[in-house]
C-alpha cells in the first residue's frame, strides 16, 4: 500500500460516518493505531518521526 492509497482508504472510511464528530473520532483512532505500529515496528525511523510531527502540526493526539 502506497501513500496515497492510505490517504485514499482514509477518505473513503469517511463516508461511513454520518457526522463530523464521529468522523473525527474515528480518524484519531485510526491515526492511533498507525503511530502504535510505527513506534512498535520501527521499519523506518526518520518517516516515523516525520509522521508523527505532521501529525501533531495537524492537531491530532500521538
Same mark, same amino acid.
Given at each position: 500500500i +502506497? $501513500?496515497n492509497e492510505?490517504?485514499l482508504? *482514509?477518505l473513503d472510511?469517511? =463516508?461511513?460516518y454520518p457526522d $463530523?464528530?464521529?468522523?473525527?473520532? %474515528? /480518524?484519531?483512532? @485510526?491515526v $492511533?493505531?498507525w503511530?502504535r505500529?510505527?513506534?512498535? @515496528?520501527?521499519? =523506518?525511523p526518520?518517516?516515523? *518521526?516525520k509522521? =508523527? +510531527?505532521a /501529525?501533531? +502540526?495537524a %492537531?491530532?493526539e500521538v
Amino acid at each position: 500500500i +502506497t $501513500a496515497n492509497e492510505v490517504v485514499l482508504i *482514509d477518505l473513503d472510511a469517511m =463516508q461511513a460516518y454520518p457526522d $463530523a464528530s464521529r468522523c473525527e473520532k %474515528g /480518524l484519531a483512532k @485510526d491515526v $492511533a493505531r498507525w503511530m502504535r505500529w510505527w513506534r512498535s @515496528d520501527r521499519p =523506518q525511523p526518520a518517516i516515523a *518521526d516525520k509522521a =508523527q +510531527t505532521a /501529525l501533531k +502540526t495537524a %492537531g491530532f493526539e500521538v
